[in-house]
């Protein structure tokens, strides 16, 4: 059973371009989070997705962010128009359909860089 | 809003030494409490999870508590290795309108030298 999957595994992007994060959770597993890590700071929870809806996206930036998780395919985390200051790790992490009871299983993470 | 810290920020031991490192949390209304190790450059690795309504959890020479009325929990690395060397990371788990989100500290930066 593969972990959970993200790509790019580094990405760098002049300002004004966008960024694309994929993240493909474990086999089985229907929720899937996102969180940030700024450089010296704690990871910060982004967003809270099920399949095909967004369950708590209250950590995201109101602007230029947004998320999806469609019915097939990966889930993904996008940004457009970026800045200097969206230069961080991203990482994606997956739970089982019971959800929150469980543990969530991270990804290896996408390292932004934007120039 | 919930607000996780751990101390110490870094630690450096020699080998074979018993550890502690510390998490405590503002907000003792939590579903769970998540321990994580990060290598740098890597993502997270789950070490123990503690439900709000244990009291412990013990895994080879890990062992978490939670005490979640002081709103702190320890975990304790038994006989430390170099290859314990890596970041540690302690999370909450919300409950409520917001379940599911984690909230985590900056974490213990761990060195064990031979």
């Known amino acids: 059973n593969a972990g959970v999957m993200q790509n790019p595994r580094h990405l760098v992007r002049r300002r004004g371009q966008e960024a694309r994060l994929r993240c493909s959770p474990m086999?089985?597993?229907?929720?899937v989070y996102w969180y940030r890590q700024l450089p010296e700071e704690g990871l910060k929870f982004m967003v809270y997705?099920?399949?095909?809806?967004?369950?708590?996206e209250s950590g995201m930036p109101k602007e230029r962010f947004s998320a999806e998780f469609p019915k097939e395919g990966p889930s993904i985390l996008r940004i457009q128009q970026v800045v200097r200051g969206d230069s961080a790790a991203y990482f994606c992490?997956?739970?089982?359909?019971?959800?929150?009871?469980?543990?969530?299983?991270f990804g290896p993470g996408t390292r932004l860089t934007v120039l | 809003k919930q607000e996780v810290t751990q101390i110490p920020a870094a630690l450096s031991v020699p080998e074979g030494e018993n550890l502690v490192l510390n998490c405590s949390f503002t907000?003792?209304?939590?579903?769970?409490l998540q321990w994580f190790r990060q290598d740098p450059g890597k993502g997270l690795t789950s070490l123990l999870l503690?439900?709000?309504?244990?009291r412990e959890q013990t895994s080879g020479r890990l062992n978490a508590s939670l005490d979640k009325s002081s709103g702190r929990s320890t975990l304790y690395i038994a006989a430390s290795q170099p290859g314990d060397s890596a970041t540690y990371l302690c999370?909450?788990?919300?409950?409520?309108?917001?379940?599911?989100?984690?909230?985590f500290g900056r974490g213990t930066q761990l060195t064990v030298w031979p």
């Open positions: 992490a997956s739970s089982p359909p019971s959800g929150s009871r469980d543990t969530q299983y």
């Open positions: 086999k089985g597993h229907s929720h």
């Open positions: 997705l099920q399949k095909e809806n967004i369950i708590d």
């Open positions: 907000d003792s209304a939590i579903y769970n």
């Open positions: 503690i439900q709000s309504s244990q």
């Open positions: 999370a909450a788990g919300d409950r409520g309108s917001t379940l599911g989100r984690l909230y």
